[in-house]
């Protein structure tokens, strides 16, 4: 088993390595990105598959059971037909009875609302629930399965008289009769008027045979009755056939009936069966007519060699798997070489089970659709009867398959097992290897991915059978996603305020397979005045406004994103800890200064004519000009007309000859004048007297400064010199205003 399960994982890595390289292998689900092969023991391979359709994944599981296998398929109900549980619940089930369950699939569709199979189930040999037409997966003891209908003869002969039953441990439909034994539930599920015969039965019932029963209390209440441990029930419906009825009615306890149960000859000697609502491949060819839909599915088939496949690919979760038709389902099934297959429930019910070789609990390979394993009424289940023998043959490695980028580290666990797949001590010294081009590998089990390429990580010990698992390492990725630490939305810009710290992280994929990876396997840059990145990814913006580009490299591939820098604050050129910094605050919040330019207040700008009565004619609300204004050099349409046309219908501003120059930076006397006669032109006292340059003021504007010193609007430049020609800059003007509040 060890050669073959090692031939068909090199020929997947094989297979891999070229698609890795770009190349392509077509298959019913799509292209092969990814997957692994794996022993079980017991004659069992678990496979998994991944594959891209163009738009998604589909991810399958499926494990391949050698007819000579010591393993075997058992059918397992829960304690009765209409139970139901998990498959943990179910493996118990049989641990009890001695078996030692190493995998498993979920079964077949049934009833949501009472749990009942809507096929066939036959256990150990005894029938628990007959086919209902529909079918069924026959397991036999000498390792053949059968597909087919089993079409279930049952028939009770009554003083002579020979009646047709509907079958055994269903639901009796209105018109009908129907056999129940102890297996099937505590009570019958029946509705609406009948007769029900309690009896004792000869023997359990099989798929062929002929049986007594010995009719010990006749109910007529209708509705559902309780059945008795270790009894019968044969239920008869009001509606059923007068000669039924009639027969029936002349029982009495005591009374003897005879049943007799037949199945195709081809059936005889199955010991396991279990119901399937679709027929999907036979004799080699797909079935037609199959309904339509995507879901999770699950199915068994058999190849020409008498192998067994247990199959699901899950689905109903973008980004891990789609899902498939049924038709797709049977293609798929051919496809792995299956000459007969049928389909078993799926949707959220689809799970597969296994203990990994050198573990001692299941898992569950496949992901349900729900997020959690549903439970259902029946299993399949694969069984050995074989104990541990408690030593280690074989060893076992993991994780099965590896893709990831150069440079990146991944560990690997050593198990090991005996020869019926039982986990056991490993008491021997180990040699962990690996192809010399892909990287090394240390006696802890920690693999550093040099080269490219693919090929295997390999465990060996003497007297044990070795265990290879694959390995891919790629150079240069495909694509690269920038991401937030623990984000799971790829970054494709990024807007972050000065000096702030953003935490990135980059995530590479080959072929639509994502790529481990570790911080040192990329390369980060920062452009345009950003600021800087660490080599981990960590991003610190700078300290001024700013674009530019993030950029991350694997092997020669990059990807850049847009990077905005801006501050917290409305404008770039004022900061907190400048002396006219409340000042700005203040007039912008108010709406009375806006800026010179995007983010740009130029506090050290003069500040025009035109400015100071904007910010006047703002302060007062902005209200609209009689009429045109006097001035030459103020035309119509420009972003302060109004202003100055109030302004000078107010007696704010005056001009000169006609004209009021607005471009012409202020001088501290004018901006003095132009406040006072907004502020009505309110009686000054003297408050020069201090200033040495107190003369130079001009006569018009002597009240102007008087007053606006004396409120303190206006200081002197030094404690000496008062500079009245001197410009005003915005930020002092800012200042100014912030006063006038």
């Given at each position: 088993?060890?050669?073959?399960?090692?031939?068909?994982?090199?020929?997947?890595?094989?297979?891999?390595?070229?698609?890795?390289?770009?190349?392509?292998?077509?298959?019913?689900?799509?292209?092969?990105?990814?997957?692994?092969?794996?022993?079980?023991?017991?004659?069992?391979?678990?496979?998994?598959?991944?594959?891209?359709?163009?738009?998604?994944?589909?991810?399958?599981?499926?494990?391949?059971?050698?007819?000579?296998?010591?393993?075997?398929?058992?059918?397992?109900?829960?304690?009765?037909?209409?139970?139901?549980?998990?498959?943990?619940?179910?493996?118990?089930?049989?641990?009890?009875?001695?078996?030692?369950?190493?995998?498993?699939?979920?079964?077949?569709?049934?009833?949501?609302?009472?749990?009942?199979?809507?096929?066939?189930?036959?256990?150990?040999?005894?029938?628990?629930?007959?086919?209902?037409?529909?079918?069924?997966?026959?397991?036999?003891?000498?390792?053949?399965?059968?597909?087919?209908?089993?079409?279930?003869?049952?028939?009770?002969?009554?003083?002579?008289?020979?009646?047709?039953?509907?079958?055994?441990n269903k639901t009796r439909a209105d018109g009908g009769a129907m056999l129940y034994t102890d297996d099937y539930s505590g009570a019958t599920k029946n509705k609406g008027g009948g007769t029900d015969l309690i009896c004792a039965l000869s023997a359990p019932l099989g798929m062929n045979g002929a049986y007594t029963l010995t009719v010990e209390a006749l109910v007529t209440a209708g509705?559902?009755?309780?059945?008795?441990?270790?009894?019968?029930?044969?239920?008869?419906?009001?509606?059923?056939?007068?000669?039924?009825?009639?027969?029936?009615?002349?029982?009495?306890?005591?009374?003897?009936?005879?049943?007799?149960?037949?199945?195709?000859?081809?059936?005889?000697?199955?010991?396991?069966?279990?119901?399937?609502?679709?027929?999907?491949?036979?004799?080699?060819?797909?079935?037609?007519?199959?309904?339509?839909?995507?879901?999770?599915?699950?199915?068994?088939?058999?190849?020409?060699?008498?192998?067994?496949?247990?199959?699901?690919?899950?689905?109903?979760?973008?980004?891990?798997?789609?899902?498939?038709?049924?038709?797709?389902?049977?293609?798929?099934?051919?496809?792995?070489?299956?000459?007969?297959?049928?389909?078993?429930?799926?949707?959220?019910?689809?799970?597969?089970?296994?203990?990994?070789?050198?573990?001692?609990?299941?898992?569950?390979?496949?992901?349900?659709?729900?997020?959690?394993?549903?439970?259902?009424?029946?299993?399949?289940?694969?069984?050995?009867?074989?104990?541990?023998?408690?030593?280690?043959?074989?060893?076992?490695?993991?994780?099965?398959?590896?893709?990831?980028?150069?440079?990146?580290?991944?560990?690997?666990?050593?198990?090991?097992?005996?020869?019926?797949?039982?986990?056991?001590?490993?008491?021997?010294?180990?040699?962990?290897?690996?192809?010399?081009?892909?990287?090394?590998?240390?006696?802890?089990?920690?693999?550093?991915?040099?080269?490219?390429?693919?090929?295997?990580?390999?465990?060996?010990?003497?007297?044990?059978?070795?265990?290879?698992?694959?390995?891919?390492?790629?150079?240069?990725?495909?694509?690269?996603?920038?991401?937030?630490?623990?984000?799971?939305?790829?970054?494709?810009?990024?807007?972050?305020?000065?000096?702030?710290?953003?935490?990135?992280?980059?995530?590479?994929?080959?072929?639509?397979?994502?790529?481990?990876?570790?911080?040192?396997?990329?390369?980060?840059?920062?452009?345009?005045?950003?600021?800087?990145?660490?080599?981990?990814?960590?991003?610190?913006?700078?300290?001024?406004?700013?674009?530019?580009?993030?950029?991350?490299?694997?092997?020669?591939?990059?990807?850049?994103?847009?990077?905005?820098?801006?501050?917290?604050?409305?404008?770039?050129?004022?900061?907190?800890?400048?002396?006219?910094?409340?000042?700005?605050?203040?007039?912008?919040?108010?709406?009375?200064?806006?800026?010179?330019?995007?983010?740009?207040?130029?506090?050290?700008?003069?500040?025009?004519?035109?400015?100071?009565?904007?910010?006047?004619?703002?302060?007062?609300?902005?209200?609209?000009?009689?009429?045109?204004?006097?001035?030459?050099?103020?035309?119509?349409?420009?972003?302060?007309?109004?202003?100055?046309?109030?302004?000078?219908?107010?007696?704010?501003?005056?001009?000169?000859?006609?004209?009021?120059?607005?471009?012409?930076?202020?001088?501290?006397?004018?901006?003095?004048?132009?406040?006072?006669?907004?502020?009505?032109?309110?009686?000054?006292?003297?408050?020069?007297?201090?200033?040495?340059?107190?003369?130079?003021?001009?006569?018009?504007?002597?009240?102007?400064?008087?007053w606006a010193v004396e409120k303190k609007l206006i200081n002197g430049v030094t404690d000496t010199r008062l500079l009245p020609g001197a410009t005003a800059t915005r930020a002092q003007v800012a200042m100014i205003f912030s006063r006038m509040q």
């Open positions: 088993m060890y050669g073959k399960k090692f031939t068909r994982t090199a020929a997947l890595a094989a297979a891999l390595c070229l698609l890795l390289a770009g190349g392509v292998l077509a298959a019913v689900l799509g292209e092969l990105i990814n997957g692994h092969e794996t022993y079980l023991g017991a004659g069992m391979e678990l496979s998994k598959g991944v594959y891209w359709t163009g738009s998604d994944y589909q991810t399958e599981n499926y494990i391949a059971l050698d007819r000579n296998a010591p393993a075997y398929p058992v059918v397992v109900s829960g304690s009765k037909v209409c139970n139901y549980g998990s498959f943990s619940s179910m493996a118990a089930l049989l641990e009890k009875q001695g078996k030692h369950v190493i995998a498993g699939i979920n079964g077949d569709y049934f009833v949501l609302a009472s749990y009942e199979p809507l096929g066939i189930i036959v256990q150990d040999g005894e029938l628990w629930s007959s086919d209902a037409g529909h079918w069924a997966i026959g397991f036999k003891s000498d390792g053949s399965a059968i597909f087919g209908k089993p079409a279930l003869s049952v028939r009770v002969s009554i003083g002579g008289q020979d009646f047709s039953l509907d079958g055994v509705g559902a009755a309780a059945i008795p441990a270790g009894k019968a029930v044969l239920s008869v419906s009001d509606n059923a056939t007068d000669g039924l009825k009639t027969a029936v009615a002349a029982l009495t306890a005591g009374s003897t009936m005879r049943l007799a149960i037949s199945s195709p000859p081809d059936w005889a000697g199955v010991t396991y069966a279990i119901g399937s609502l679709y027929k999907l491949v036979t004799n080699g060819t797909v079935e037609s007519g199959l309904p339509a839909g995507t879901a999770p599915r699950s199915a068994v088939g058999l190849k020409a060699d008498g192998t067994l496949i247990f199959y699901t690919v899950d689905g109903r979760q973008s980004g891990y798997s789609q899902g498939v038709t049924i038709t797709q389902l049977a293609e798929r099934m051919r496809e792995l070489g299956c000459v007969e297959a049928a389909i078993m429930d799926g949707g959220g019910s689809t799970s597969l089970n296994a203990i990994y070789l050198g573990d001692s609990s299941v898992s569950q390979i496949n992901n349900p659709s729900d997020g959690y394993q549903r439970s259902v009424t029946n299993y399949i289940m694969l069984v050995t009867d074989a104990g541990p023998i408690g030593t280690a043959t074989r060893l076992a490695l993991y994780p099965l398959s590896t893709t990831m980028l150069s440079g990146a580290t991944a560990a690997f666990t050593l198990k090991a097992a005996d020869d019926n797949g039982y986990a056991a001590a490993l008491n021997k010294p180990v040699s962990l290897s690996v192809d010399s081009a892909l990287g090394a590998i240390g006696p802890d089990g920690i693999f550093t991915a040099g080269g490219a390429g693919s090929g295997h990580v390999t465990a060996s010990a003497e007297g044990l059978v070795p265990a290879a698992v694959q390995v891919n390492v790629v150079a240069t990725p495909d694509s690269i996603t920038v991401k937030n630490e623990n984000g799971k939305a790829g970054v494709t810009a990024l807007s972050v305020l000065t000096g702030s710290t953003t935490a990135l992280t980059a995530e590479a994929m080959k072929n639509h397979v994502p790529l481990i990876s570790r911080d040192s396997c990329f390369t980060w840059t920062a452009e345009g005045g950003i600021g800087t990145v660490t080599a981990d990814g960590t991003f610190t913006a700078g300290a001024e406004t700013a674009g530019g580009t993030l950029t991350v490299s694997a092997g020669n591939k990059s990807v850049s994103i847009p990077v905005t820098v801006t501050s917290p604050e409305r404008f770039d050129d004022v900061r907190k800890g400048d002396w006219f910094y409340d000042a700005v605050k203040y007039v912008s919040d108010a709406g009375v200064m806006t800026g010179t330019a995007d983010r740009l207040f130029s506090p050290d700008a003069d500040m025009s004519r035109a400015m100071v009565v904007t910010v006047l004619w703002r302060k007062q609300g902005s209200p609209e000009p009689a009429g045109g204004g006097s001035f030459s050099d103020v035309p119509g349409g420009q972003w302060y007309s109004k202003a100055v046309y109030w302004a000078n219908e107010s007696g704010v501003v005056q001009g000169y000859g006609g004209s009021f120059d607005p471009f012409a930076a202020v001088t501290r006397e004018q901006l003095a004048a132009i406040l006072y006669r907004y502020s009505g032109s309110p009686a000054a006292g003297s408050s020069l007297g201090a200033f040495t340059d107190a003369a130079s003021v001009s006569g018009w504007a002597v009240s102007a400064v008087n």
